[in-house]
Nanobody
């Protein structure tokens, strides 16, 4: 059984920073692309940033220059450094990873972590 566990969400003032972490555990043969997605109330889940096994990254236009995604493959962990946070960044942030487990390869999801940006 593969699990993704996020941490690091919380309340921050506009202009502040947060770091999100997501660690994968279980019987994992290989982790391919890892990423962060977010969903605000009434909206669909949107891509924030993804990172490949080779370290290539892709960001949503709305976060370019403010957010940085990174990964520690030895720890099966992906991070999201969020700077200059805006009220419109407020959402539930989900970690997603393309993982080959003992039984299959699929996209796994974390449970989500709330990011609130408010003064």
């Amino acid at each position: 059984q593969v699990q993704l566990v996020e941490s690091g969400g919380g309340l921050v003032q506009p202009g502040g920073s947060l770091i999100l972490s997501c660690s994968a555990s279980g019987i994992i043969f290989r982790i391919y692309t890892m990423g962060w997605y977010r969903q605000a109330p009434g909206n669909q889940r949107d891509l924030v940033a993804v990172i490949t096994t080779g370290g290539s990254t892709n960001y949503a236009d709305s976060v370019k220059g403010r957010f940085t995604i990174s990964r520690d493959s030895a720890k099966n962990t992906v991070y999201l450094q969020m700077n200059s946070l805006k009220p419109e960044d407020m959402a539930v942030y989900y970690c997603g990873a393309d993982i080959q487990s003992s039984l299959l390869r699929k996209q796994f999801w974390g449970q989500g972590t709330q990011v609130t940006v408010s003064s």
